[in-house]
């Protein structure tokens, strides 16, 4: 009686560390994206369309392709076309990013939910199973390591999500001691400074905009290999996740990596929570994290900082 | 000045208060905002049309389907039914939009209040008198939405908070909360269903003699009229506008912003909560887990190309009450998911923000160029030159 307990709570903790790794995963490359694009001073409401387009393509290029890899790579090249969109209308002519964005996510839930129901609904076809790469050494530490009842645990993961992880510490490296993250950050606080400094504020506005995208694309595609197949709307208001959690990061890839761990925990925790016998409504656990946040922001709300020039397009010579 | 900043979305004013320069008559604007509140419809038409070939459908049958669908046969009165909770809101957002703030957790407030009337409908219409019943079930409905939204209308009032990120949230909890009430409190006893109990036909909104059009769409128009009104010819209203033009200058002037934008976030609740009322209460009678129309995500863009304007909102509506009644037709026949109909919306809204731009640069007398853009078209050429 207490082995069995013992193996059930070593599985529950391996399940609930490695379901919200992977459920959080997808969460944290768009977000990771949207800071990019928050810092400069673009706000791309559009993530939940460019998500679905990423994952639609990204099924696409796994199916066909039968490679993960040429999976991500479609769903980046989905989400950098529609955030091109995105470049021309709010950055080049300066129309409002919000209008847009809204109408970037009604068309790509549209098309993907319209092109997958003719093309796969009588087939719905399944990718295989991701390719596991554990890490040497780290794989032999049990509950973090082992695999037990064909669980994967957290250092049994697909190459991406530690790609992912190092992206982040990548990111943090760019924004702070690099010319690229400072012109980031200016085209966001201060884009007539940036211009005066003789840098582009529509190039690294755009440049942005289309990391967002690709980012998006990619954490679409990885959403639907993880899950293993495309289903329409399958994001769920990750998108819109995915901005709160930039938002509430400050930017920081750092507290995005955790924003979107807890996320995805709480995503998952449902599975877990049915493996050791508790059964909590799914809405329950859905809803928590939000209620966290909003009990968050009421307590302390000043800590959600944005760029002053958030959403507003750059007009030079306008006061 | 960051610290106190309150951040109110892009300052200039969205397609709400255009005033042409005086050289144009009135005819020639009346006819410059056709133009442009058409035109984007049709491109999006068009743009669809092409869509439709490629996916290998005849656009012109599909339109036609959607006309038979919307219109002929006694089936316009579909469509106005659905007008109903579509011009509702519209009001609601017309409201906060011209505020320069962003309520877009209008998906969450209206299912919350859904949920709470038809788990007390039942019980409420057999207890007491039908009208008054009625009556405080659409209060009920108005009440809860209203309050969904104070949390992020306080927030914004006081710390100035960003409403795009608590209004989207507290709809996330709003959605789940009604799942959770409707799986549990309001739960019918006598399905396995996960849904309420339904409300009996007799009990629902009665119709307009001789249609099967219900109550509850005349009650939409009357909050159009009367939100119309109370923008266009009140002071209230003309402080909501100056608060959307620029929430400096409505500080200057000595307007209680905090006050202002909480009572426009609770009016805008209210409006959307008494679309919930009359969309359960008229047309479905019930409600089940997992029921969510996103009908505001649909509304945006014609509260948007109406150009905040409640009585221009009208055939908007009523335009795109046909197309989605007769969408879900033609869709089928053309064995098409409905979701088409959002690539359509997503066109119009994408096509209205180009034309908006053009006719702005017309009318200003400028090259439909961005300065920036032909700053940085022109560089590479000017570059060449100097070289």
């Known amino acids: 009686m207490i082995l069995a307990s013992q193996v059930w709570t070593q599985l529950f903790w391996t399940t609930l560390l490695s379901g919200g790794l992977v459920a959080g995963t997808p969460l944290m490359f768009t977000a990771l994206g949207e800071t990019i694009s928050e810092r400069a001073g673009v706000l791309n409401i559009g993530l939940e369309g460019m998500m679905l387009l990423g994952a639609y393509f990204g099924f696409l290029g796994t199916y066909y392709g039968h490679s993960v890899w040429l999976g991500y790579l479609c769903g980046m090249a989905a989400g950098i076309g529609a955030s091109l969109v995105m470049v021309v209308l709010c950055v080049w002519l300066g129309?409002?990013?919000i209008v847009v964005g809204i109408a970037i996510?009604?068309?790509?839930?549209?098309?993907?939910?319209?092109?997958?129901?003719?093309?796969?609904?009588?087939?719905?076809?399944?990718?295989?199973?991701?390719?596991?790469?554990?890490?040497?050494?780290?794989?032999?530490?049990?509950?973090?390591g082992k695999a037990v009842n064909g669980e994967f645990p957290l250092f049994s993961q697909p190459l991406i999500v530690y790609l992912g992880l190092a992206f982040a510490v990548l990111l943090t490296?760019?924004?702070?001691?690099?010319?690229?993250?400072?012109?980031?950050?200016?085209?966001?606080?201060?884009?007539?400074?940036?211009?005066?400094?003789?840098?582009?504020?529509?190039?690294t506005r755009s440049y942005a905009a289309m990391a967002t995208g690709a980012l998006a694309g990619i954490g679409g595609a990885l959403?639907?290999?993880?899950?293993?197949?495309?289903?329409?709307?399958?994001?769920?208001?990750?998108?819109?996740?995915?901005?709160?959690?930039?938002?509430?990061?400050?930017?920081?890839?750092?507290?995005?990596?955790?924003?979107?761990?807890?996320?995805?925990?709480?995503?998952?925790?449902?599975?877990?929570?049915?493996?050791?016998?508790?059964?909590?409504?799914?809405?329950?656990?859905?809803?928590?994290?939000?209620?966290?946040?909003?009990?968050?922001?009421v307590l302390f709300a000043r800590r959600a900082y944005l760029p002053p020039a958030l959403a507003l397009p750059y007009v030079r010579g306008a006061r | 000045m960051t610290t106190t900043r309150t951040i109110v979305g892009p300052e200039a004013p969205l397609a709400a208060d255009l005033h042409l320069p005086t050289k144009y008559g009135r005819a020639e604007h009346v006819l410059d905002i056709l133009i442009r509140s058409i035109v984007p419809i049709l491109l999006a038409l068009v743009a669809g049309g092409l869509l439709l070939l490629a996916l290998g459908h005849n656009p012109l049958i599909f339109y036609r389907d959607i006309w038979r669908g919307g219109v002929e046969s006694g089936s316009w009165q579909d469509s106005a039914i659905r007008m109903a909770p579509f011009l509702?809101?519209?009001?609601?957002?017309?409201?906060?939009?011209?505020?320069?703030?962003?309520?877009?957790?209008?998906?969450?407030?209206?299912?919350l209040a859904a949920a709470l009337v038809s788990g007390y409908a039942p019980a409420l219409v057999g207890d007491l008198p039908l009208w008054f019943a009625t009556v405080l079930l659409f209060l009920l409905a108005g009440a809860t939405a209203a309050l969904w939204t104070?949390?992020?209308?306080?927030?914004?009032?006081?710390?100035?908070?960003?409403?795009?990120?608590?209004?989207?949230?507290?709809?996330?909890?709003?959605?789940?909360?009604?799942?959770?009430l409707i799986k549990g409190p309001f739960h019918d006893p006598t399905t396995p269903l996960p849904q309420t109990e339904v409300i009996p036909l007799e009990k629902m909104l009665p119709s307009i003699p001789g249609t099967r059009i219900h109550v509850g769409v005349l009650v939409a128009f009357a909050a159009v009229l009367v939100v119309h009104f109370v923008l266009t010819r009140t002071s209230w209203g003309l402080r909501i506008q100056i608060l959307g033009a620029n929430p400096r200058a409505a500080r200057h002037v000595g307007i209680k912003l905090p006050r202002l934008i909480i009572v426009a976030f609770l009016t805008s609740?209210?409006?959307?909560?008494?679309?919930?009322?009359?969309?359960?209460?008229?047309?479905?009678?019930?409600?089940?887990?997992?029921?969510?129309?996103?009908?505001g995500d649909t509304i945006i863009p014609f509260v948007f190309l109406a150009r905040l304007n409640m009585l221009?909102?009208?055939?908007?509506?009523?335009?795109?009450?046909?197309?989605?009644?007769?969408?879900?037709?033609?869709?089928?026949?053309?064995?098409?998911?409905?979701?088409?109909l959002l690539v359509l919306v997503g066109l119009i809204l994408l096509f209205m923000t180009v034309i908006e731009y053009l006719g702005r640069r017309r009318e200003l007398g400028e090259s439909y160029l961005s300065p920036g853009l032909r700053q940085a078209l022109r560089a590479p050429i000017l570059r060449r030159r100097e070289a």
Do not use: C
């Open chain 2, 312 to 340: 221009a909102v009208v055939p908007f509506i009523a335009f795109f009450s046909i197309l989605s009644t007769g969408g879900d037709l033609a869709a089928q026949q053309a064995g098409l998911p409905t979701d088409f």
């Open chain 1, 223 to 297: 959403l639907v290999i993880l899950t293993g197949t495309f289903q329409p709307f399958l994001t769920q208001g990750q998108g819109f996740i995915a901005i709160v959690i930039a938002m509430l990061a400050r930017g920081n890839p750092l507290g995005v990596v955790a924003g979107s761990f807890l996320f995805g925990i709480s995503l998952s925790l449902n599975d877990e929570l049915q493996l050791i016998g508790v059964n909590l409504s799914p809405e329950v656990l859905h809803m928590l994290p939000f209620v966290l946040i909003i009990v968050a922001l």
């Open chain 1, 105 to 144: 996510t009604l068309a790509g839930e549209g098309v993907t939910s319209v092109l997958y129901q003719t093309h796969f609904s009588t087939s719905q076809p399944l990718l295989g199973a991701v390719p596991r790469d554990p890490i040497p050494l780290l794989d032999q530490i049990p509950i973090l």
């Open chain 2, 269 to 295: 609740g209210f409006l959307i909560g008494l679309a919930a009322a009359a969309d359960i209460l008229g047309l479905w009678g019930y409600i089940r887990t997992g029921w969510n129309p996103a009908y």
């Open chain 2, 150 to 180: 104070l949390v992020p209308a306080v927030l914004k009032a006081r710390y100035g908070t960003n409403e795009i990120i608590t209004t989207l949230m507290m709809s996330f909890i709003a959605i789940d909360l009604a799942s959770i």
């Open chain 2, 88 to 111: 509702l809101i519209a009001a609601g957002l017309t409201v906060i939009f011209r505020a320069n703030i962003w309520n877009l957790g209008y998906n969450g407030q209206f299912l």
């Open chain 1, 95 to 97: 129309l409002d990013q």
């Open chain 1, 173 to 203: 490296w760019i924004y702070r001691s690099t010319n690229v993250g400072l012109n980031l950050r200016a085209a966001g606080e201060k884009p007539e400074a940036l211009d005066a400094a003789g840098v582009s504020v529509m190039a």
